[in-house]
């Protein structure tokens, strides 16, 4: 396998390259075997002429990674550490419900957002990641646990990285998402999580694509939020909330509020109420989440009762608001703490190497 070579997922199903004759067909057929019936190899497309399997192989590799490394958790979520062709490493959390099989991927290798909080942004930026390698996670994840990547109803792009400074790759991997001849997802299924970028949000209201927007807000004001996010200063809050209005007057729908409960940072009842009072006249849903704890943060999670006493308070200011606990603490894939735990050599990790 050649890893210099780019693979199909990098490509929009319109431009998968086949033979002269019967266009629209053959990339339909090589799209069901890559989305559909989450083919590993060209040679396992035995429907597709040799001459052009051939030439597929010459052209493309499959598979993005080098490497896979699968961290099984208690609650039957699955961290996922990928090797990419240049060595460095990324990770998705594969997430499975009663209802729904949901991917949480990442957009970079590490984070040039810096949150305190996370252990991704103690990671620092890495680099971005290809169309094809954000997509690819969703075929690993499938490849993984064995089942056909159309199977994957929920994607959030919330793991490493972030996604609107890597705007063109994010947005066209989510185009593959949702095109009925690849994953054939729901947009409305589909979370693009940021830390607040003004500009990149109103570009994506433009792109037609009716997806939940998640921002990672975490304080009502700009002091605390700049204790949180180093890097806040280049977009205060009041203009990422009228970027949140731009986004639904443009047809947005709900948007979704992250909010990472630290104990004695953010989580006091007077924050509470100047939350709500920020989001008023937005549709808005306020995830409070428990911080997950990590090596060397130095944060402790908010106790329970003040993270009940405060969603109280939001809700009494008639504001949607829920405790999101995460899934796959103990594998060290819950949110924030995704950072490369567990290298190729981990004795514990269930390490498997590509051929």
């Known amino acids: 396998m050649n890893a210099s070579l780019p693979t199909p997922f990098d490509l929009a199903v319109g431009d998968l390259p086949v033979p002269s004759d019967e266009r629209s067909y053959r990339r339909t057929q090589l799209a069901s075997w890559l989305y559909g019936r989450g083919a590993r190899s060209f040679d396992e497309m035995t429907d597709l002429a040799a001459s052009w399997r051939a030439e597929l192989a010459t052209h493309f590799r499959v598979d993005p990674f080098e490497r896979v490394e699968r961290f099984p958790s208690a609650d039957d979520s699955v961290r996922y550490l990928l090797t990419l062709p240049d060595g460095q490493r990324t990770e998705a959390v594969y997430m499975p419900y009663a209802d729904r099989k949901t991917v949480c991927v990442s957009s970079m290798v590490g ?157 006091s009842l007077a924050q509470a109420r100047d939350l709500a009072a920020l989001l008023e006249g937005l549709r808005a849903h306020v995830n409070l989440i428990p911080f997950n704890p990590w090596s060397g943060s130095g944060f402790r999670s908010s106790p329970r009762r003040r993270i009940d006493a405060f969603e109280a308070a939001v809700a009494h200011a008639g504001v949607s608001v829920s405790v999101r606990f995460s899934r796959g603490r103990d594998a060290g894939g819950a949110c924030g703490q995704l950072s490369l735990q567990g290298a190729a050599g981990n004795p514990t990790s269930n390490a498997s190497p590509r051929p």
């Open 111 to 267: 984070c040039p957002a810096g949150c305190a909080f996370c252990a991704t942004g103690a990671l620092g930026f890495g680099r971005n990641l290809k169309r094809g390698e954000i997509v690819g996670q969703l075929l690993a994840v499938a490849w993984g646990e064995g089942f056909a990547p159309r199977e994957i109803r929920n994607v959030v792009l919330m793991g490493m990285g972030e996604a609107l400074l890597n705007y063109d790759a994010a947005v066209g991997a989510i185009r593959t998402m949702i095109d009925p001849r690849a994953l054939d997802m729901s947009p409305r299924r589909v979370t693009l999580s940021t830390v607040g970028l003004p500009s990149r949000i109103r570009r994506l209201a433009t792109e037609g694509l009716p997806l939940v927007l998640a921002v990672s807000l975490h304080a009502p004001d700009e002091e605390t939020r700049r204790r949180i996010i180093p890097t806040a200063h280049a977009a205060p809050i009041v203009e990422i909330v009228s970027s949140l209005h731009d986004w639904q007057a443009a047809g947005g729908r709900r948007v979704t509020i992250e909010y990472t409960m630290l104990d004695g940072v953010n989580d």
